[in-house]
């Protein structure tokens, strides 16, 4: 009954290859992310999804490109795979917020290195 | 640009004192402030909100402040137990499709 899953957990590839990571929730929610946290812990969003339409679209590479086939979930494609991609990639949904404002439920993350 | 600050230091305790850490945040008018927590491995997970027009909430042990004018949020952990060990984040939000900026986290360590 995991709330939001992610797969693979770990993943290890070579520079140039290209990768997907999928998620899923089970919440009904409306909004999905997906967030980057590198060596320094530092959690940056890169994209958002609300009932499958692009939202939030932070300055990512053209490399990376999200797909959303249903509002339970959201995939990361990653083309060209470079040194500098290694990180943990988060997934993560939360209610249609409105002007409240709600928190964001965050899968167990990916793993990424690149050699 | 945005700047969100958080002490980069671990902050070690002994069990049964309070906690506090702090977040402050540069040329942002947040809407809301969010803490989360974080342990090695796991993905964040949602504390508390706090809203610009609240002063503190309080939750069980834990307690948030927001301050708009000096542009600080404190988390405060009353009682605190090993099981508390963990990084803790801050995040802030505008209106709107909820884009959380977040901090750089605290990691707390809990001593018996």
């Known amino acids: 009954d995991t709330a939001v899953s992610q797969t693979p957990k770990y993943l290890v590839t070579q520079m140039g290859n290209d990768k997907s990571i999928k998620c899923e929730q089970n919440?009904?929610?409306?909004?999905m992310y997906w967030y980057k946290q590198d060596s320094k812990k530092f959690l940056k969003i890169m994209f958002s999804y609300n009932n499958k339409e692009l939202i939030i679209n932070e300055t990512v590479p053209n490399r990376f490109s999200p797909k959303s086939p249903d509002k339970a979930h959201l995939n990361l494609h990653i083309n060209s795979l470079e040194l500098g991609d290694s990180a943990v990639y988060f997934c993560a949904s939360s209610p249609n917020p409105g002007l409240a404002g709600y928190e964001q439920y965050f899968g167990p993350g990916t793993r990424l290195t690149v050699t | 640009s945005q700047k969100i600050e958080q002490n980069s230091e671990a902050l070690n305790i002994q069990e049964g004192k309070t906690a506090t850490l702090t977040c402050n945040y540069t040329?942002?008018?947040?809407?809301?402030l969010q803490w989360y927590r974080q342990d090695p491995g796991r993905g964040p997970v949602f504390l508390l909100l706090i809203r610009e027009n609240e002063k503190e909430k309080r939750k069980e042990r834990l307690k948030v402040t927001f301050d708009t004018t000096l542009k600080q949020s404190l988390f405060h952990i009353t009682a605190s137990q090993p099981a508390d060990s963990a990084t803790y984040l801050c995040?802030?939000?505008?209106?709107?499709?909820?884009?959380?900026?977040f901090g750089t986290g605290t990691r707390l360590l809990v001593s018996p």
């Open positions: 040329n942002y008018s947040p809407a809301y």
């Open positions: 995040a802030l939000g505008d209106t709107g499709f909820q884009k959380l900026v």
């Open positions: 919440l009904g929610h409306d909004t």
